[in-house]
């Protein structure tokens, strides 16, 4: 029901006018649009946890709660965060200076479709890299928990 009423007023407007009558394009569309929506919206945006937009070779659900403490500490889930004493950036602050060139061979291979985008992020800082590329360094740097040592830090709780 939330759910209707948000995309109901994304797409016809204010709640009073949209609780008047049943949206058109709910009624057509149902839920979808609304995922659609939605997902567009997460696309963009630059802060705040979601459910990572990246679920390709290297992502599992489980590693999910991991992720979620690691982008607290580091960026207070903030994927443009830019550390001002070093060259660490992004909702992961991966050290730019070290791992910009390195993430993209890494994400290269199952990219093979969208080389020229991939690319393209060697002339990009991390912290400016859309969701979806950050999430994905994420997932292909921890590789399935062989790689949480990038992110230890002693007295955390978030590598377990």
């Known amino acids: 029901m939330i759910e209707s009423l948000m995309l109901a007023v994304l797409l016809n407007g204010s709640p009073a006018e ?10 057509q569309v149902g839920r979808t649009a609304y995922q659609g929506v939605r997902e567009a919206a997460l696309r963009n945006s630059t802060r ?3 459910p990572s937009l990246y679920q390709g070779k290297w992502y599992k659900k489980k590693w999910e709660d991991e992720r979620k403490c690691i982008m607290r500490r580091e960026s207070r889930f903030n994927y443009r965060a830019a550390n001002k004493s070093s060259s660490a950036r992004g909702a992961y602050q991966f050290l730019d200076s070290q791992w910009r060139v390195s993430l993209t061979h890494m994400l290269m291979p199952e990219h093979k479709d969208r080389k020229k985008e991939v690319r393209a992020l060697r002339d990009k800082p991390i912290h400016k890299w ?5 999430d994905a360094a994420f997932y292909v740097a921890w590789r399935h928990g062989k790689g949480a040592k990038h992110w ?3 007295g955390s709780d978030c590598i377990g």
């Open 18 to 27: 949209s609780a008047e009558q049943p949206p058109v394009a709910e009624v």
């Open 48 to 50: 705040g946890f979601a």
């Open 130 to 134: 859309s969701r979806y590329w950050q």
């Open 152 to 154: 230890y830090y002693p």
